[in-house]
Nanobody
Framework: QVQLVESGGGLVQAGGSLRLSCAASGLTFSSYAMGWFRQPPGKEREFVAG????????YYTTSVRGRFTISRDNAKNTLYLQMNNLKPEDTAVYYCACATRRYATIYSAESEYTYWGQGTQVTVSS
């Protein structure tokens, strides 16, 4: 049974930092591209960042580029999202997701991801 469990969310002031983690089990984590998505209050879920199975490639949505860093530790089956210089508009529930196909490239579309975590709340106060 595949499980993705996010942690590290919380309340932070604007300009602060948080590091999200996503612990994976039940799959060969090192074979799959991974992504972070978020759902702001009252809005649809959106792509934030993705990383290839071997960490060679990363991709970010424009609004977080230069502030967020996605990384992974395949030995620990864990995905990370380092978020710096947080803004109130970053407030959302953050989800990690596992791509559907092995050794696939990074996708921004939700339809390309099969497994999802339960989400972790990030709240940025102004």
């Amino acid at each position: 049974q595949v499980q993705l469990v996010e942690s590290g969310g919380g309340l932070v002031q604007a300009g602060g930092s948080l590091r999200l983690s996503c612990a994976a089990s039940g799959l060969t984590f090192s074979s799959y591209a991974m992504g972070w998505f978020r759902q702001p209050p009252g809005k649809e879920r959106e792509f934030v960042a993705g990383i290839s199975w071997n960490s060679y490639s990363t991709y970010y949505t424009t609004s977080v580029r230069g502030r967020f860093t996605i990384s992974r530790d395949n030995a620990k089956n864990t995905l990370y999202l380092q978020m710096n210089n947080l803004k109130p508009e970053d407030t959302a529930v953050y989800y990690c997701a596992c791509a559907t196909r092995r050794y696939a490239t990074i996708y921004s579309a939700e339809s390309e991801y099969t497994y999802w975590g339960q989400g972790t709340q990030v709240t940025v106060s102004s």
